[in-house]
Structure formats: structure tokens, C-alpha cells
């Protein structure tokens, strides 16, 4: 069997594995948000200079 001070360090990695994936998760959504807001941010620009070609 683990001693006390073994499963004590069990507890932390895995509570740092969990961290980690959380963590991992909100970069992912943080990164696709980024991608959303530069699709918008190009539309705006590519229909303000259209606009402006076409005067």
C-alpha cells in the first residue's frame, strides 16, 4: 500500500493534472473567441474599404 505521504503527492498531481486540462480548455475557447472577433474585424474592414472603392 502508498504510505500517507504518497498519496498525498497522488492527490496534488492529480489535482494539477485537472488544473492543467482546465486550463487547457479555456486557452481552446480563449483561441476560437480570437478567430471569431479577427473573422468579424475583417469583414468590418473588407466592407469599409469595398465602401470606399466603390465611391
Not at 486557452?27 to 474599404?49: A, E, T, Y
Amino acid at each position: 500500500m502508498l504510505d500517507s505521504e504518497e498519496v498525498v503527492k497522488e492527490k496534488i498531481i492529480l489535482s494539477q493534472e485537472k488544473s492543467i486540462q482546465q486550463l487547457h480548455d479555456l486557452v481552446q475557447s480563449l483561441k476560437q473567441q480570437l478567430l471569431h472577433c479577427r473573422g468579424i474585424n475583417n469583414s468590418v474592414h473588407d466592407d469599409g474599404n469595398t465602401l470606399s472603392e466603390k465611391m
